[in-house]
């Protein structure tokens, strides 16, 4: 039977074979293109090494020739060095000829000059002997001369100070010392950091006399100017805690003779105010004190204060301690505790009594028997002052610190009593009308009557009986001897003025520079008003000017420490300073009298 092939399945036996063979060559085309890329990346690795390695070449090639040219001007350099070795031998051989002949002359000439001298002191041998006596005595009598001289120099100085100092104490002025700071190592590290000019660590602000001030101005393009700036007393970097606090002690004297003193730091941030008001801030971590040649005014006065009163009869006097801040335009009563005895930021308002006085409302008093006490009691609230770091300062104080120690006196001494005298009289006669105590007075009035006494006893305030002499209107039979008199002496570290892109503060911080700004220029206008006599001056543009508003424009005596940096990169700075302690010198107040709150005592 014969064998029947079917065409269909030939035909797709030989797609299928076809299939396998495009199958195998497509196979054999991928592992030829796997090849091909192989080799090329060995290719252009071999182009890559055949270029680094030409390239190598090349630095080799170029090093050669460099080291080549640097040998030829090495041997260049070798030539002349050489040369001129040559001539410096040819020159030192001339000069040691010359040497040896002027040597020789020096010599001969010597011997001649001794020969000479031997036959003068043979001459002179009979008489000299009284002419070195007179010399002798010719000089002694002037060296005499000299410091007699010296000595009248000196107490006319003393002299002319004093005199100085009564006339600003007849004129009512404002004190104003000056303290310029030594440079100190932060200088040179911020400037470098902050980019500054080679030339802004160096010294322009110096003190040229005990009175004087000169500040080196320089411009580019401009000449050198130097401008001068006198004050009371100018303290230069050389000058100790102790020496700046000998000129502010008198000051504390007219506390028990009736006179209100206030003493405040004035200037930049880190131009030293801190440290001349409290000190180094080298408090022990438990005891609280300091070492004593680094305390400062704050310290000083307090001892000072205490032992002034313990010359005087015991228990004659009292003192009580107050301590505030204005920080960001608000008064806080650093003292304020609450019931347990914690610290809490309590504000205060401040207002004016009917007595034109400033007061400030519910401020906490804290009786004190000691400077130590005091010193106490200052260390505890200093760590709820507000601090932040800027790059002028590594902790800047960001808010005026006020510290008051009240004094209260029960037996006023003669002066004090003159001065009440003095100022009771002074107030008859500038009243319009005379206006005897009587129950139908409309003073005293409970509800028409306000009260003109800082703090009153607590006695007092519970009595239920007002005698006349508790009542608000004068009355012509009050015994002043029975007067409780109090002053006051403020303390007053003010906050640093600073410029805002030097600073490098931002967010809260910055709020708190535009603050201190302000109320240091209200305190400024203020100055301002005073000196220039004008009919309204703007106590109330700040809670700073209004809290001292008794010191500035009052009776108290007021000591401003103008405290500068000296180094060419706070120039500006310290020229605003300069510039504000001379405003403040301009200011003539009334004559200083005792003009204080009284209490009578039953």
Not at 200 to 224: Q, R, Y
Not at 235 to 261: C, I, M, R
Not at 326 to 333: I, P, T
Not at 577 to 590: D, H, I
Request: aromatic share 4%.
């Amino acid at each position: 039977m014969p064998l029947f092939i079917n065409r269909d399945q030939i035909f797709a036996h030989q797609v299928h074979l076809l299939e396998h063979k495009l199958r195998s060559k497509e196979e054999r085309i991928l592992e030829l293109e796997t090849e091909n890329a192989i080799l090329h990346l060995r290719l252009a690795e071999c182009l890559g090494k055949l270029r680094r390695d030409h390239e190598e070449e090349t630095k080799a090639l170029n090093h050669h020739q460099h080291q080549r040219n640097a040998q030829k001007l090495t041997r260049v350099a070798l030539g002349k060095l050489l040369s001129e070795v040559q001539a410096v031998k040819q020159d030192l051989s001339e000069l040691f000829a010359v040497y040896l002949s002027f040597s020789t002359e020096l010599e001969e000439q010597s011997k001649q000059l001794l020969e000479k001298v031997e036959q003068v002191s043979g001459s002179l041998n009979g008489h000299s002997g009284h002419e070195i006596q007179t010399l002798k005595a010719g000089v002694a009598a002037l060296e005499h001369s000299l410091e007699e001289e010296r000595e009248r120099c000196r107490a006319e100085r003393q002299r002319r100070k004093e005199l100085h100092n009564a006339l600003v104490e007849l004129r009512g002025n404002i004190r104003v010392h000056c303290r310029v700071r030594p440079v100190l190592p932060f200088d040179h590290v911020q400037c470098f950091a902050a980019g500054s000019r080679p030339a802004s660590s160096e010294e322009v602000v110096s003190a040229v006399s005990d009175d004087t001030v000169m500040v080196n101005c320089m411009k580019a393009g401009i000449p050198v100017q130097n401008k001068m700036f006198e004050f009371e007393r100018v303290h230069g970097p050389e000058d100790s805690q102790d020496a700046v606090f000998e000129e502010v002690k008198p000051l504390l004297t007219s506390l028990l003779d009736g006179y209100n003193v206030c003493i405040m730091a004035y200037g930049q941030t880190g131009s030293g105010k801190t440290h001349t008001m409290m000190g180094s801030q080298l408090l022990e971590e438990h005891s609280g004190t300091q070492q004593e040649t680094q305390q400062g005014i704050i310290p000083k006065a307090a001892a000072e204060l205490f032992w002034l009163i313990s010359e005087k009869p015991a228990g004659s006097y009292t003192v009580e301690v107050s301590v505030m801040e204005v920080y960001n335009n608000e008064v806080f009563d650093l003292l304020a505790r609450d019931e347990q005895g914690n610290a809490v930021d309590q504000r205060r308002d401040v207002m004016t009594t009917s007595s034109g006085a400033s007061q400030v409302t519910a401020l906490t008093y804290e009786p004190v028997h000691n400077a130590s006490e005091v010193m106490q009691i200052i260390s505890s609230v200093l760590k709820l002052r507000a601090h932040c770091p800027t790059l002028v300062h590594t902790d800047s104080s960001r808010s005026h610190l006020i510290v008051t120690l009240t004094i209260s006196s029960k037996s006023p001494n003669a002066l004090a009593l003159a001065r009440r005298l003095q100022s009771a009289k002074k107030d008859m006669q500038r009243s319009t009308q005379k206006e005897w105590w009587s129950p139908r007075c409309r003073r005293a009035n409970p509800a028409n009557r306000r009260s003109s006494d800082d703090h009153l006893s607590a006695s007092t305030a519970t009595s239920p009986c007002r005698s006349p002499s508790h009542s608000p209107c004068p009355s012509p039979r009050t015994s002043i001897s029975q007067a409780l008199f109090r002053t006051k002496l403020q303390l007053v570290d003010l906050a640093g003025s600073e410029c805002v892109g030097m600073s490098g503060v931002s967010g809260a911080a910055l709020w708190e520079v535009s603050c201190i700004n302000r109320s240091l220029s209200a305190l400024s206008d203020v100055l301002g008003a005073l000196a220039e006599q004008r009919p309204h001056v703007p106590y109330r543009n700040s809670k700073l000017t209004h809290l001292l508003q008794d010191a500035i424009g009052g009776d108290a005596k007021l000591l401003v420490m103008l405290c500068v940096s000296p180094t060419q990169r706070f120039i500006t700075e310290s020229l605003q300073s300069l510039g504000f302690g001379t405003r403040a010198r301009q200011v003539q107040k009334e004559l200083p009298r005792r003009k204080n709150t009284t209490l009578k005592v039953k």
